[in-house]
């Protein structure tokens, strides 16, 4: 199936375009479906866009975003929301509260797991790690070696979620930090090559557990004019990835980006931009042993 979706919610209207072959898929027999909703890049954007005359004002803010993906919930019947890092930052919530408030406020929206950004480390690690009290979902990391440091056992490589029926498996990496982050802000933590890491994870998710999908939630950035690893080079060197959800270069993706991977299959790439302006969304439906997507983005604007 080649079929793809964009909706831009506004209120209670909604616009429609199909591209493609949008046949019934229901009618081929059993089919499950499994919805992907993911951010990243939210930098504490807590409330909206001040309405200052600004190209984003009242766009934003965790109001419309949670009234968003409550209502997707109600619709459809397996869901996963993922955040691909940089929670932390960027508005006065951050220095006052120093994070507690951005994680309790994902933990109330039902997060299912998210990455580490490089902004993530403002207040150091010991800043992060006091947060994680707060959170309800896991913080999956595979190519930060946390060992000796605080957070040495505050983190996962992955995590299998089960949705009717069906076993997603999802992993974590992050960007080099060096350069990025003052070190002691990381402390101890290692930088592990990321591409050696995501096929690990993938071989073992796709191949050791079964998994029927492999999410990699990254925040190496979407691209670069240099050689640097990114989310199109991730995909185009590594196998068993079905869906890398990027983050850090704020990229707003018209629509995902299917590039061959080792193998010559599709790994799927999507970025929703930042601030939790946008909301990102991936359908997936499941016959047997096929896979079929249909992908999305829902834009947050203020007549939510």
């Not at 793809?4 to 493609?20: N, P």
């Amino acid at each position: 199936m080649n079929r793809r979706k964009f909706l831009t919610v506004g209120g209670l209207a909604s616009a429609t375009l199909m591209v493609g072959n949008p046949f019934n898929v229901f009618a081929m027999g059993e089919v499950k479906k499994l919805t992907i909703l993911h951010t990243n890049d939210v930098h504490s954007r807590i409330e909206p866009f001040p309405m200052d005359g600004g190209k984003l004002q009242g766009l934003g803010g965790v109001a419309r975003r949670s009234t968003l993906i409550q209502k997707i919930r109600s619709e459809e019947e397996q869901v996963l929301l993922l955040d691909a890092g940089d929670i932390f930052q960027g508005t006065p919530y951050f220095n006052l509260y120093g994070g507690a408030l951005e994680i309790k406020l994902m933990s109330q929206m039902g997060y299912d797991a998210a990455t580490l950004g490089n902004h993530d480390f403002d207040n150091g690690i010991e800043g992060f790690y006091k947060q994680l009290p707060n959170a309800n979902f896991p913080i999956l990391i595979s190519n930060y070696d946390l060992s000796n440091t605080i957070m040495h056992k505050s983190t996962l490589p992955y995590k299998i979620f089960k949705k009717g029926g069906l076993k997603i498996g999802v992993f974590g990496i992050g960007i080099d930090l060096a350069g990025l982050v003052e070190k002691k802000n990381y402390r101890e933590t290692v930088y592990q090559d990321p591409i050696q890491r995501a096929n690990e994870m993938a071989s073992r998710l796709k191949n050791d557990l079964n998994c029927d999908l492999v999410i990699c939630l990254s925040h190496l950035g979407y691209s670069y004019r240099d050689n640097k690893v990114s989310d199109k080079v991730l995909a185009k060197q590594t196998r068993n990835i079905d869906l890398i959800i990027g983050g850090h270069t704020h990229t707003a993706m018209a629509t995902p980006e299917d590039v061959s991977n080792l193998d010559g299959k599709i790994t799927t790439i999507n970025q929703v931009g930042w601030a939790g302006i946008n909301l990102g969304r991936i359908d997936y439906y499941f016959e047997k042993k096929n896979l079929a997507k249909t992908s999305g983005k829902y834009e947050i604007d203020n007549t939510i």
